[in-house]
């Protein structure tokens, strides 16, 4: 089990990895754009990277290649709200395919799913940090290295622990 702890830290067997967490913390979630990271145990769904920026990735985990017109909709109001979607659309969503490398690995967490409540959030991802760690919007965020480590280590059984 990775067990990630309000101290903005990462811990799987013996490995200790820095993370950023959302801007305000480890807590109970309690609606979409609310920056909270959200406490609990969640499972891996799928990985997406970015087959130009990563050039091995090494997991067993299903992994797929982001294209430019992938998104994820954030948008309570769309039938696809908290899933994958193709670009454009009329609704909320984040791009997938990014300028800055943010997203070039994103680990999907099953956080709000089967069923998907809406307004309760969307896009809880494990993603590569900026330089400097800043918050995120909810997600954890760690070094490209760290997150290519942890993923040669893990497989899709692995829980995720918050908080």
């Not at 309570?76 to 454009?88: G, H």
């Amino acid at each position: 089990m990775i067990i990630v702890k309000k101290t903005g830290y990462l811990n799987y067997k013996d490995f200790k990895f820095r993370c950023a967490l959302g801007k305000n913390g480890i807590k109970k979630k309690i609606k979409e754009g609310d920056d909270i990271t959200p406490k609990g145990i969640y499972k891996i769904k799928t990985v997406y990277y970015r087959q130009d920026r990563i050039k091995k990735l090494s997991t067993s985990i299903n992994s797929k290649k982001i294209k430019k017109n992938m998104g994820w909709c954030d948008d309570p109001k769309s039938a696809n709200y908290n899933q994958l979607i193709n670009l454009p659309n009329n609704y909320n969503s984040e791009k997938l395919y990014r300028n800055d490398n943010i997203y070039d690995l994103i680990v999907v967490l099953n956080y709000n799913m089967n069923p998907t409540i809406k307004n309760k959030g969307s896009a809880i991802f494990i993603h590569i940090a900026k330089k400097n760690y800043t918050p995120t919007k909810g997600c954890i965020a760690l070094s490209k290295i760290d997150l290519l480590e942890i993923l040669n280590k893990i497989n899709k059984k692995t829980k995720i622990k918050i908080g």
